[in-house]
């Protein structure tokens, strides 16, 4: 089965300060990886996307990397503010005969103090 | 939320009753989604439409029915709600030739 594991579950962190937050999927054949921010009582909104050959890409202060051959993606948040205290989900989409079927990793909470 | 809306926004209701959640788009975008996001899980699809009157199933599909009779539509309907359908609900949008899916702002749904 396609699996989307995050970590951590949840994390505090001080206004000004990096955090990263990883993802690791089983899925396969892989796709593309995708990033999305939720706030608290909001639909998520894509951060970034990426596909097999694509190493990082970047988004104002989220930078994202992804190793293909190791089924494994990080979101890094540089110098964080409380706007960034949100739900990041790490989503995943298989290549299956043309249909579009993403599969979501089950977020990491962060909290972002002043 | 890029020009999708849901309908209601919150809702509480009885076990046994029927329930129909409205999802309304205008930009006239061919794929649609229904999640649901309940703790400890992530987004969990329960049906998906990629046009008029063209529906298939998502993981957790059971106990829930879907109509698309308009493009701009796309309606979730509770035959007879049970408590394990407590959740909040999300429609999705996805353009044509893009990979990203757009997200309605959710309806909170609970079913006493």
């Known amino acids: 089965k396609n699996q989307v594991e995050q970590s951590p579950q949840s994390l505090i962190i001080l206004e000004g300060k990096n955090c990263t937050l990883q993802?690791?999927?089983?899925?396969?054949?892989?796709?593309?990886l995708r990033w999305y921010k939720q706030d608290t009582g909001r639909g998520p909104v894509s951060l970034t996307i990426m596909t097999f050959s694509e190493n990082t890409k970047s988004n104002g202060r989220y930078t994202a990397t992804l190793d293909a051959d190791t089924k494994q993606s990080s979101l890094h948040i540089t110098a964080s503010q409380l706007s960034d205290s949100a739900s990041y989900i790490c989503v995943v989409r298989f290549s299956s005969g043309g249909s579009y079927i993403p599969t979501f990793g089950r977020g990491t909470s962060l909290i972002v103090h002043p | 939320d890029a020009g999708i809306t849901q309908s209601p926004r919150h809702k509480v209701t009885e076990t046994g009753t029927p329930v129909t959640l409205r999802c309304h788009q205008t930009e006239n975008h061919r794929y649609m989604y229904w999640y649901r996001q309940d703790p400890g899980h992530g987004l969990r699809l329960i049906h998906y439409?990629?046009?008029?009157?063209?529906?298939d199933k998502g993981e957790v599909s059971d106990g829930y029915s879907v109509s698309r009779s308009k493009t701009e539509d796309f309606l979730l309907t509770l035959e007879s709600a049970t408590s394990s359908q407590t959740s909040v609900y999300f429609c999705?949008?996805?353009?044509?030739?893009?990979?990203?899916?757009?997200f309605g702002p959710g309806t909170r749904l609970l079913v006493l």
């Open positions: 439409s990629y046009g008029v009157k063209d529906t």
């Open positions: 993802c690791n999927y089983t899925v396969s054949p892989f796709s593309n």
């Open positions: 999705a949008i996805r353009p044509d030739r893009e990979e990203t899916q757009y």
